[in-house]
């Protein structure tokens, strides 16, 4: 069974930093994109962005909103991924899911597990 | 940006009815096109990808189609634990989005 577990919210003050962990099981981690999607309370869910795999260099893509504050790694010997935030603001008050995608038949990526979510509330 | 717009954005509906959302993308996105559910205070689900496959262990009460710009849900004989907000989401270009979301409600 495929289990994405998120890890490391809490509660920081605007301008903070905070690092995410999403721990995998269930499938072979080194394979799939990894991705981080959050949603603001009431609102729908924001791609963050992703990480591929291995054989695609670890190459990473964001959503350009985010202005380079948000960085992806991933640790396949750790069946881990990672969402580094800095120079948080407010309105990054969200739950934060990590979500593995999987190649469809166009070998286009898509959505295919999520994670439970942690809550990140950005407040003074 | 791909803008994707659902609607309606909320509906009522009785157990046994048969429903349709609509999902329309600003710009073609082939058949990149994903739906999912979710509950109250739980994560998104994947239900259906690339436009129509059900995602293994999705009751075939769902089904999803369209091309281009425009695309459906459709849930038949729909069961109380249906009852949810749907999202649709393109993953044809970046940034990867989603539908504003339609709340199925009793």
């Not at chain 2, 259906?48 to 710009?69: D, E, H, K």
Request: charged content about 15%; glycine content about 10%.
């Amino acid at each position: 069974e495929v289990q994405l577990v998120e890890s490391g919210g809490g509660l920081v003050q605007p301008g903070g930093s905070l690092r995410l962990s999403c721990e995998a099981s269930g499938f072979t981690f080194s394979d799939p994109y990894m991705d981080w999607v959050r949603q603001a309370p009431g609102k729908g869910p924001e791609w963050v962005g992703r990480i591929r795999n291995k054989a695609m260099g670890y190459t990473t893509e964001y959503a350009a909103s985010l202005n380079g504050r948000f960085t992806i790694s991933r640790d396949d010997s750790q069946n881990s991924v990672y969402l580094h935030m800095s120079s948080l603001k407010t309105e990054d008050t969200a739950v934060y899911y990590c979500a593995r995608e999987v190649r469809d038949n166009s070998a286009f990526y898509y959505f295919a597990n999520w994670g439970q979510g942690t809550l990140v509330t950005v407040s003074s | 940006d791909n803008q994707m717009t659902q609607s309606p954005s909320s509906l009522s509906a009785s157990v046994g009815d048969s429903v349709t959302i609509t999902c329309r993308a600003s710009q073609g996105i082939r058949n990149h096109l994903a739906w999912f559910q979710q509950k109250a205070g739980k994560a998104p689900k994947s239900l259906i990808y690339a436009v129509s496959s059900l995602q293994s262990g999705v009751p075939s009460r769902f089904s999803g189609s369209g091309s281009g710009t425009d695309f459906t849900l459709t849930i038949n004989s729909l069961q109380p634990d249906d009852f949810a907000t749907y999202y649709c989401q393109q993953y044809d270009t970046y940034p990867l989005n989603f539908g504003g979301g339609t709340k199925v409600e009793i």
